[in-house]
């Protein structure tokens, strides 16, 4: 992707859109210890609190991928940033009403933010070609990294330095920006868009499941339903969203409680993860394509990455469990998230190679098992921590899981198109 065309401005608006998901996402982890401090939460009231927003996103995940089918991804990403974007908004006020008030918000913004992923495939169905796929994968998919260095990081300075409630007023904002920008330059399909060249239109007439603005046929869910190769990445991706969802819900706390950071320091320590796992993720979607380009099997590459990504999040997280160092801890994480990064050219590019006209369909259906981690998993840990006082036992489970996954996804895994 040498030459900046029109599908490089598509991608770059959906990676924009999915940091600002994070960043309205990940907030209430930096902004939940001074919260938990204030309401005088338990940790398993934190966990609760924390996962709320995953039962929002999981019951629409599957519904929003066939609005994007049927309407297009351009019209439903932006109907969801509004949406996420003005509970976002809200969330203090929630908050100072009850606890019901909040979790109920919570899965509101839930609701909202489940289409990115399904919105975004069925877009990149239309505009990014077959030999492309790994290194789109990889940017977009950084913006979850870059989504939480910048709600991380940013929420931790804004908590210190006015209030709790300030982030959330400065990231629900930023959504209403972005989708003014998204209607005013982005196409729905390559035949939409009166501006690109006609180069660029023959490569991805050639190269796309659908270069054309019509919807996508109906999905042939008993053919994929049946196909080993589907759970093989339904697999792969829920035991890595549990390692994920974690580390993400609970760095924050981690550092405060064990290392014994300030909320601002914990904020700090728990973005530099994901500047790591953006690395990861580049470096995962380069070698990848490249990889493929030389005539390596794509399968063969597709389990490589899924792989690495599941043993090496798994190795550090027990390895973690080994130091009382805050720094050591950091630099262990940070080996985590960015091993965790190659999944983006493993089992995420899957639904693109075995149903690529069925993309955005099927990451709905893919996302909705992979986010029962959300959850199940922030929950278990809150509760595992009460328990145990310490999260040696949730970074075992975690492990755990990333193994099973591995030995599924090797089992299992194919990259042949399966609706024909």
Request: aromatic residues 12%; glycine residues 10%; hydrophobic residues 55%.
């Amino acid at each position: 992707m040498a030459t900046w065309g029109r599908r490089h401005t598509v991608l770059a608006f959906c990676l924009a859109g999915l940091v600002l998901a994070y960043t309205d996402r990940v907030n209430l982890a930096v902004a939940s210890v001074a919260m938990g401090e204030q309401f005088g939460w338990s940790q398993t009231v934190k966990g609760f609190v924390l996962s709320s927003f995953f039962v929002g996103y999981l019951l629409f995940m599957i519904p929003s991928g066939a609005l994007a089918a049927r309407y297009g991804g351009k019209r439903v990403l932006a109907m969801a940033v509004v949406w996420w974007s003005a509970f976002t908004l809200l969330t203090p006020l929630a908050a100072s009403v009850s606890l019901t008030t909040l979790i109920l918000v919570r899965i509101a913004l839930g609701l909202g933010e489940a289409a990115v992923l399904p919105a975004a495939y069925d877009l990149f169905s239309r505009w990014v070609p077959a030999q492309e796929r790994g290194r789109a994968m990889a940017w977009f998919l950084s913006g979850t990294p870059l989504g939480q260095v910048i709600g991380l990081a940013g929420s931790g300075w804004l908590t210190a330095q006015m209030g709790w409630p300030s982030s959330f007023y400065m990231f629900g904002a930023l959504g209403f920006v972005w989708v003014a920008c998204w209607l005013a330059r982005v196409a729905n399909a390559p035949a939409d868009d009166r501006a690109m060249a006609i180069h660029e239109r023959e490569l991805l007439a050639a190269g796309t499941a659908a270069s054309r603005s019509d919807a996508s046929p109906a999905t042939p869910w008993q053919r994929l339903l049946s196909h080993p190769a589907l759970w093989a990445i339904v697999v792969a991706i829920f035991c890595g969203n549990w390692a994920l969802y974690m580390l993400l819900g609970w760095l924050p706390s981690y550092f405060r409680e064990v290392h014994g950071l300030g909320i601002a320091g914990s904020g700090l320590y728990s973005a530099a993860p994901w500047v790591a796992s953006f690395l990861g993720m580049q470096a995962a979607g380069l070698a990848s394509d490249a990889a493929i380009s030389r005539g390596v099997r794509t399968i063969a590459v597709r389990k490589f990455m899924t792989a690495t990504s599941l043993l090496g999040t798994g190795s550090c997280l027990l390895l973690l469990q080994q130091t009382n160092s805050a720094n050591v801890a950091l630099a262990l994480i940070c080996m985590a998230t960015m091993l965790g990064g190659a999944g983006v050219a493993g089992a995420y590019a899957g639904p693109l190679d075995i149903a690529p006209r069925h993309a955005g369909v099927l990451i709905g259906f893919v996302n909705t098992i992979g986010t029962l981690p959300g959850v199940a998993g922030i929950t278990i840990t809150g509760w595992l921590v009460d328990r145990t006082h310490s999260y040696a036992t949730a970074f075992l489970v975690a492990a755990i899981l990333g193994l099973c996954g591995t030995v599924y996804y090797l089992r299992y895994a194919s990259a042949e198109p399966l609706e024909h």
